[in-house]
Structures are given as C-alpha cells and as structure tokens.
C-alpha cells in the first residue's frame, strides 16, 4: 500500500487518497466476498485515483465482488459491468461496451447523457 513511513501517524493526518486506500485495504483485509465502495475516489487526485483502481482490480482478481458507486463515467468504464439509474430506476445494465453499442455512444460519458435527456424528475 505504500504506507510503511506512515505507519506512526494518526489515521486523520493523512491525506485523502491515503485514507480511502487504508479503509479499502482494511474492507478487504478479511477477504469477504463482497465489498460496497461509495464514491471511493471523489476528492482524490489523478494518480491516487488511478491507484485505488488497480487495488480494485487485485482485490477483484482475488475473487471479491466489488460494487462501486461513481459520478466518474472514466471509472464506469473500468467496470466490468454498469447499472445506470435514472428517476430511481435502473435503466442500463451491460458491459460498458455493449452499453456504448446499444446507445452509439464513443463514450460512457455519453451514454449517460443519452439516458439523462430521458429524466422526467424535476429538481427540487
């Protein structure tokens, strides 16, 4: 985890980045089979970001399921599949491929904003 020079510090000294990836790696640690990570990347910056998702991976090829929450449609595409609500209701689930073939979209970004247009709730 790279946290060795921080193993003497308090866990609300760290950085943000550094934070998320130690409660992921303590999620993990006992290796259950399932794990519901909540936006575990909004606020971090690019490099942490891309780290938290190769410790995804390792945790997912070692046979843990991983949900994972994200406003990133970068992230989605890391994903081996996406569920996509819109109102409440889910109204995409597929690879992030097949997601792009079914909407013509280049990107995930892009198939979200398709399934936006069809939002009927009104903001508050």
């Given at each position: 985890m790279?946290?060795?020079?921080?193993?003497?510090?308090?866990v609300?000294?760290?950085?943000?980045?550094?934070?998320?990836?130690l409660a992921?790696?303590?999620?993990?640690?006992?290796e259950?089979?399932?794990?519901?990570?909540d936006?575990?990347?909004?606020?971090?910056?690019?490099?942490?970001?891309?780290q938290?998702?190769?410790?995804?991976?390792?945790?997912a090829d070692?046979?843990i399921?991983?949900?994972?929450?994200?406003h990133?449609?970068?992230?989605?595409?890391?994903?081996?599949?996406?569920?996509?609500m819109?109102?409440?209701?889910?109204?995409?689930?597929?690879?992030p491929?097949n997601l792009?073939?079914?909407?013509?979209s280049?990107s995930?970004?892009?198939?979200?904003f398709?399934l936006?247009?069809?939002?009927?709730?009104?903001?508050d």
């Amino acid at each position: 985890m790279g946290l060795e020079k921080e193993a003497r510090k308090l866990v609300r000294s760290l950085p943000l980045g550094w934070k998320q990836k130690l409660a992921f790696s303590v999620a993990v640690l006992h290796e259950p089979k399932i794990v519901f990570l909540d936006e575990p990347t909004g606020g971090v910056d690019p490099v942490t970001r891309r780290q938290f998702w190769d410790l995804i991976y390792a945790a997912a090829d070692s046979g843990i399921t991983i949900f994972v929450t994200t406003h990133y449609m970068d992230e989605a595409e890391y994903c081996n599949r996406i569920s996509m609500m819109v109102d409440g209701v889910i109204k995409a689930l597929d690879t992030p491929n097949n997601l792009k073939k079914q909407f013509n979209s280049a990107s995930m970004d892009e198939v979200f904003f398709e399934l936006a247009r069809g939002a009927k709730r009104k903001a508050d």
